[in-house]
């Protein structure tokens, strides 16, 4: 039996909390409106744009710019206009800002004692690399749908982890407080961690955290994980 | 004027030492030859296969690939016969176990406190996380040929440094022992910084290490050059 020898992390929701990060900075910016569903329009406009990427209606497009098209949106539709471009421009990039879980920090590196740990985010490098930076995820790797040039759930991105490690795809288990990227992940036959994220949403918004019964793994937190994993 | 952020790491040569590596990996295998003529026969397979890659004659094929062909024409030339298919599978993997230099563990975990730190190498990903993890090279990000698809010193790959983290090429620093490397980085805009590395080849072959005045900085080793950048 194969054993795992690579972690790939969702980071969005699984590692970093956007929905309370942007809410506090929004709220930050006295701009009259609620943070929270400040936040939550926001990232309700992502799934569309990467949509509009992968059906090849816009060319390849790195999420910081997906994540700018859909803030001019989302100003617009909450009646914002007193911010100047380069506010927008530093608001835009709150999404390098994004604070960890509070289990994160810790529970990437018991992780990385005995596994490689790296990304595998539709965020792009940059920004990653500036998110770690600033906080101390202590990622061995970084991949992005930039290296593999497709979005999550395209199958390059999943067996892309498998191929830059030179392993085979049940090497690789997929992170994530997502079930669909499990499934997608599973399906290109990654093994699976489901980690609980009840107020991704906000606390007002508790998401639906069961999980699959066909995840090899469900956890509380990525410390939770690391227990189970024997770090 | 602007500061430099990000300082982007040649690899082979500039952080570990390959030559001596190989040398006393070969060495250990006991074939009856010299481990530094061996080291230096691969090493110098490799600007051909990659000039085979840059031409178009090869398509986009990863180094470790290219090891592996350079590998089979070396053991060839010394008439080794010997080695089993999981041996030569083994020794080609010594490119991802390749030692560092004494300096640079320390010195790139002391330019991290105040700069972005990242590989710009022709290494694979596999390849550079591996042997980050095994020895504790802090890289904040990897960037490779893999992840721009070209070669060294093609300028997708030094100006996609500066795209990679939304930073004018000034912004980026080029560090090599090998002035080719900074002179090319310096025609795009970079930067640059050379490491002196005199037995890159070997004690037995003492290399120049003038560098080119046109540098912006010189450094006997990493821990020098954090020194001269105030880390």
């Known amino acids: 039996m194969q054993e795992v020898e690579i972690l790939a992390f969702d980071v969005f929701g699984t590692v ?4 309370g990060s942007i809410a506090r900075e929004v709220e930050a910016l006295n701009l009259g409106v609620d943070g929270g569903e400040f936040a939550l329009a926001w990232r309700a406009g992502y799934r569309p744009a990467m949509q509009r ?6 060319g390849w497009t790195l999420i910081d710019d997906l994540h700018r098209g859909i803030l001019d949106d989302v100003l617009a539709q909450f009646g914002i206009t007193s911010l100047t471009e380069s506010q ?7 999404w390098h800002r994004l604070e960890p879980w509070p289990d994160a920090v810790e529970g990437l590196s018991r992780l990385k004692q005995r596994f490689m740990i790296c990304t595998l985010s ?6 990653l690399a500036n998110m770690a930076k600033r906080v101390g995820l202590a990622w061995d790797c ?5 290296v593999f040039r497709q979005y999550k759930p395209h199958p390059d991105t999943y067996l892309g982890v498998a191929q830059v490690f030179d392993v085979p795809a049940e090497a690789v288990m997929m992170v994530a407080a997502h079930q669909d990227d ?3 992940a ?3 036959g990654l093994k699976t961690a489901y980690i609980e994220r009840p107020n991704e949403f906000g606390a007002a918004n508790p998401k639906d955290i069961a999980g699959s019964p066909a995840n090899d793994r469900h956890a509380g937190s990525i410390i939770a994980l690391a227990e189970q994993l024997g770090c």
Chains 1, 2 share one sequence.
């Open 142 to 146: 970084l991949l992005s749908a930039e």
């Open 53 to 58: 990427v992968m059906s090849g209606e816009l």
């Open 88 to 94: 927008k421009r530093n608001l835009n990039r709150v």
């Open 182 to 184: 499990l499934d997608s």
């Open 122 to 127: 539709n965020g792009n490098l940059g920004l």
């Open 16 to 19: 970093v909390d956007w929905h």
């Open 186 to 188: 599973r399906s290109y």
